[in-house]
């Protein structure tokens, strides 16, 4: 053998080294309090970092109860309830029209 396998390999962990950093630098930004603030401001939304926070599981497991997303996030479903209701307040969200207004998913 002439070792071109290893060459491969370690050019392979190499570039999945550079790849890793490159998306934990972006992470990094993406996380960082200001870039966070530029977003949101930019949005032209009034939530706060947690309804951003809640409207991104929301996203991300649609549809879903809250109990079940209280679970997802692994808090108490009473800290996940206010920011839907006053969204629907507010006429920015409605839930699932399909549901009842009670045990309603998002």
């Known amino acids: 053998m002439d070792g071109t396998a290893g060459n491969g390999d370690d050019r392979l962990r190499e570039a999945t ?6 998306l934990a630098t972006v992470g ?20 706060s970092l947690g309804d951003y926070t809640v409207l991104a599981q929301i996203s991300l497991h649609a549809p879903v ?21 006053a969204w629907s307040r507010a006429g920015s969200s409605s839930g699932d029209p399909t549901r009842p207004t009670r045990g309603r998913s998002w």
């Open 65 to 85: 109860r809250l109990s079940v997303l209280a679970e997802l996030m692994e808090v108490d479903k009473s800290t996940l309830s206010p920011p839907p209701s």
């Open 28 to 47: 990094n930004w993406m996380f960082a309090p200001a870039t966070r603030r530029r977003i949101m401001a930019a949005s032209g939304l009034e939530l």
């Open 17 to 22: 080294d550079r790849v890793a950093a490159a």
